[in-house]
């Protein structure tokens, strides 16, 4: 499965903005899917992820009630809707998928979870 992240771009803080993650030449995967960022210089980390269903969502502290994730059936894609983005929201922000179906939520915050990555797609957020 070949993810593609899109929607990225330079925005002010406060500003929204929606990226978007479909699979490449085919139907997005009927897994668990998820966003994680990577700041310069800094690890990899959880931002949201959604149950293959989109009956369940589970987010960071940090983007709680500002961001939201969910699957478009129409489009065939998963969104992250950014809203009163902040400076330290700047990353690269990366799709990612889960195949193993796991209901451990403890699991859902670690890279190593998820099998199927995007390209990643830059968020540069100024003030």
């Known amino acids: 499965v070949q993810l593609q992240a899109s929607g990225g771009g330079s925005v002010q803080a406060g500003d929204s903005l929606r990226l978007s993650c479909a699979a490449s030449?085919?139907?997005?995967?009927?897994?668990?899917m998820a966003w994680f960022r990577q700041p310069p210089g800094k690890e990899r980390a959880f931002v949201a992820r959604?149950?293959?269903?989109?009956?369940?969502?589970f987010y960071a502290g940090s983007v709680k009630g500002r961001f939201t994730i969910s699957r478009d059936k129409d489009k065939d894609t998963m969104d992250l809707q950014m809203n009163n983005v902040k400076p330290e929201d700047t990353a690269v922000y990366y799709c990612?998928?889960?195949?193993?179906?796991?209901?451990?939520?403890?699991?859902?915050?670690?890279?190593?979870?998820?099998?199927?990555w995007g390209q990643g797609t830059q968020v540069t957020v100024s003030s």
């Open positions: 959604i149950t293959r269903r989109g009956d369940s969502t």
């Open positions: 030449g085919r139907a997005l995967p009927n897994y668990d």
């Open positions: 990612a998928a889960d195949s193993t179906y796991s209901r451990n939520t403890r699991s859902y915050y670690y890279p190593a979870q998820y099998h199927y």
